[in-house]
């Protein structure tokens, strides 16, 4: 087990209804010894140097056009993306519809990282409402994630809502609302609390979670449990993911509760 030095919590346009002080200071309940700092903006220290326009079009080239198609740096992204892009990075807008690649946004996340905290000591977690997928050469196609550990870690709160499944009889029923031309909305009420929605006002009780699975990836190199009522259980439902991070009656199985006390004896 690693000692962690610092962790980092960064803003890049997350949705609105995150409180990332709150989670800040339930890290720091948990970490007692580690110290917990919110820094906002992970782009600010380039803002400064006026490079926006740089790293605008390197995030606006890293979307996925097709999710049946590997990303290729070969792309070259049109000026509206970058516009786009640049009114993203300023906090001007919010990602609507855009998929990119998650493993290069975490590389772009990265680059704007200080030299000397780019180690598995120092735990940077990016909160973003941009939603990004990885590829699955299996299947041949992106999926939506909810997290991506490393350094930095991100997760995104648009990802919460789209990555994990929804209940089946959920799709079955939009099939027959779409069908029929019938509100979406009415059958997003008659699903309410099912999962998690756009600016949920559980998100950050959901977010808190999430941040702890970055946290033991850089403590022991593995963010995830098996445990269906520990926080760091690998949701692929919206039920499995509301369960163990809201109505499971603890928050980690016995085993990572000792990493835990073990990390707050050093």
């Known amino acids: 087990m690693r000692r962690l030095n610092r962790v980092f919590l960064y803003d890049d346009g997350a949705a609105r209804a995150l409180k990332i002080e709150e989670i800040a200071k339930y890290l720091r309940k948990k970490l007692i010894k580690v110290g917990v700092e919110v820094r906002g903006n992970p782009f600010a220290f380039y803002l400064l140097q006026d490079k926006v326009s740089d790293y605008a079009r390197k995030i606006a080239s890293i979307k996925i056009q097709d999710a049946t198609k590997k990303w290729s740096s070969e792309q070259e992204p049109l000026y509206g993306e970058i516009e786009y892009g640049k009114k993203m990075i300023l906090g001007?807008?919010?990602?609507?519809?855009?998929?990119?690649?998650?493993?290069?946004?975490?590389?772009?996340?990265?680059?704007?990282?200080?030299?000397?905290?780019?180690?598995?000591?120092?735990?940077?977690?990016?909160?973003?409402?941009?939603?990004?997928?990885?590829?699955?050469?299996?299947?041949?196609?992106?999926?939506?994630?909810?997290?991506?550990?490393?350094?930095?870690?991100i997760i995104s709160t648009t990802g919460v809502v789209e990555a994990p499944a929804k209940p089946r009889g959920y799709y079955l029923l939009r099939q027959q609302y779409e069908m029929l031309g019938k509100d979406l909305l009415e059958l997003k009420n008659s699903f309410k609390g099912a999962f998690i929605d756009y600016e949920d006002l559980r998100l950050t009780e959901v977010m808190k979670g999430y941040a702890m699975q970055s946290v033991f990836y850089s403590l022991v190199g593995d963010p995830f449990c098996q445990d269906k009522g520990c926080r760091l259980y690998n949701a692929h439902w919206q039920e499995e993911l509301i369960f163990a991070q809201i109505e499971s009656e603890y928050e980690f199985c016995q085993r990572h509760m000792s990493f835990l006390e073990e990390l707050n004896e050093y």
Do not use: M
Not at 122 to 137: G, K, M, P, Y
């Open 92 to 153: 001007k807008t919010r990602a609507s519809g855009v998929l990119y690649d998650g493993l290069e946004l975490q590389r772009l996340f990265f680059e704007v990282i200080p030299g000397r905290e780019r180690s598995l000591q120092f735990v940077h977690i990016v909160f973003s409402n941009r939603l990004f997928a990885t590829w699955d050469e299996h299947e041949r196609r992106y999926h939506a994630r909810v997290n991506l550990c490393g350094i930095p870690s």
